[in-house]
C-alpha cells in the first residue's frame, strides 16, 4: 500500500527551527499530504495539509510552520519556524489516497523552554 517515513525531529530551544521530511513508497502519486501531532497527554490533532493548489493550517501554527512538496515524487516537508513548548509532540506524517488514509511512525519534536 503506502508505507510513510519521517525524519527531521530532535531536540530544539523555544524560538528555533526545524525541518520534518516525510517520503511515501507508492507507485501511485499522493495529492495529498499532511502532518498530523500529537502531544503529551493529548488527542492527535491536525497541523497542516497540502493538496492540488491548495495548503491550509491549523491555527496555532499558522504564520509559522510551512508546508511544502518536495521535487521528488511523494515527499512532504514541513518548516517549523519560531518554535514554542506547546508544539511538544511526535509529528505524523499523512497521506490520503483512494479513499483510505496512511501514517507514518512519527518523529518527536521537543521544544525546551
Known amino acids: 500500500q503506502v508505507q510513510l517515513v519521517e525524519s527531521g525531529g530532535g531536540l530544539v530551544q523555544a524560538g528555533g527551527s526545524l525541518r520534518l521530511s516525510c517520503t511515501a513508497s507508492t507507485f501511485f502519486t499522493l495529492n495529498t499530504m499532511g502532518w498530523y501531532r500529537r502531544a503529551p497527554g493529548k488527542e492527535r490533532e491536525y497541523v497542516a495539509i497540502t493538496g492540488i493548489g491548495i495548503a491550509d493550517y491549523a491555527d496555532s501554527v499558522k504564520d509559522r510552520f510551512t508546508i511544502s512538496r518536495g521535487n521528488a515524487k511523494n515527499t512532504v516537508y514541513l518548516q517549523m519556524n519560531t518554535l514554542k513548548s506547546e508544539d511538544t509532540g511526535v509529528y505524523y506524517c499523512?497521506?490520503?489516497?483512494?479513499?483510505?488514509?496512511?501514517w507514518g511512525q512519527g518523529t518527536q519534536v521537543t521544544v525546551s523552554s
Open positions: 499523512y497521506a490520503h489516497l483512494r479513499g483510505s488514509d496512511y
